[in-house]
Nanobody
Framework: QVQLVESGGGSVQSGGSLTLSCAAS??????MGWYRQVPEKGRELVAV???????DYAESAKGRFTLSRDGAKNTVKLEMTSLKPEDTAVYYC??????????WGRGTQVTVSS
């Protein structure tokens, strides 16, 4: 069974930076990344790594967020810069194994004040 440990998050002022990390154990990822959710809205993709080495970013994240993958540690790290109040959300790590099964982390709050 996959276990995800999320870390990072918190509160910053607009223009600040935060880093989120997600460490997986119990399986090897084929896809791994971060989504976010605000109240009354569905979860949206922020950034994702795929096993072919590619990365996908939401348009809102391009140029400000960087996702990196450490295969040896089975982790992904999301470095977020130039944060805006609209980035405020609960951020969730999502893990997909080679069988296509998804596992979600518990979520971590990111709050950006103006």
């Amino acid at each position: 069974q996959v276990q995800l440990v999320e870390s990072g998050g918190g509160s910053v002022q607009s223009g600040g930076s935060l880093t989120l990390s997600c460490a997986a154990s119990g399986s090897i990822a084929s896809v791994m990344g971060w989504y976010r959710q605000v109240p009354e809205k569905g979860r949206e993709l922020v950034a994702v790594w795929r096993s072919d080495g590619s990365f996908d970013y939401a348009e809102s994240a391009k140029g400000r967020f960087t996702l990196s993958r450490d295969g040896a540690k089975n982790t992904v790290k999301l470095e977020m810069t130039s944060l805006k109040p609209e980035d405020t959300a609960v951020y969730y790590c999502k893990f997909t194994n080679w069988g296509g099964k998804h596992t979600w982390g518990r979520g971590t709050q990111v709050t950006v004040s103006s």
